[in-house]
Every structure is written in structure tokens, then in C-alpha cells.
């Protein structure tokens, strides 16, 4: 039960991460620094996924 709940909370949460990307990218026209910070979240959030899928 818990392993499903995670899994969708952290579906959801790369799919807002990849909105964000996109609605940045297609705004900014190919900023970088942006670009760049958004990189880093994702890194971030697959990370935590990693961990926590782990731990669990």
C-alpha cells in the first residue's frame, strides 16, 4: 500500500518537475542558468526517489 502511494506521489512530482522544465525552456528560449537549475531539481528529485524506494 505504502510502496503505491510513494510511487505515484513521486509520479506526480517528476511530472511537475518535467512541466516546469518544459514551460522554462519554451519561456526563457534557451536560458541556460534556468536550464541549468532545472536540471539540478530533477537530479535531485530522482535522487530522493532512489533513496526512498531504497530505505522502503
Given at each position: 500500500?505504502?510502496?503505491?502511494?510513494?510511487?505515484?506521489?513521486?509520479?506526480?512530482?517528476?511530472?511537475?518537475?518535467?512541466?516546469?522544465?518544459?514551460?522554462?525552456?519554451?519561456?526563457?528560449?534557451?536560458?541556460?542558468?534556468?536550464?541549468?537549475?532545472?536540471?539540478?531539481?530533477?537530479?535531485?528529485?530522482?535522487?530522493?526517489?532512489?533513496?526512498?524506494?531504497?530505505f522502503i
Amino acid at each position: 500500500f505504502y510502496f503505491i502511494f510513494y510511487f505515484f506521489f513521486y509520479l506526480l512530482l517528476f511530472l511537475i518537475m518535467l512541466l516546469m522544465f518544459l514551460y522554462e525552456f519554451i519561456l526563457f528560449n534557451y536560458n541556460f542558468f534556468l536550464y541549468n537549475y532545472v536540471l539540478v531539481l530533477v537530479v535531485l528529485v530522482d535522487v530522493v526517489l532512489l533513496l526512498s524506494f531504497y530505505f522502503i
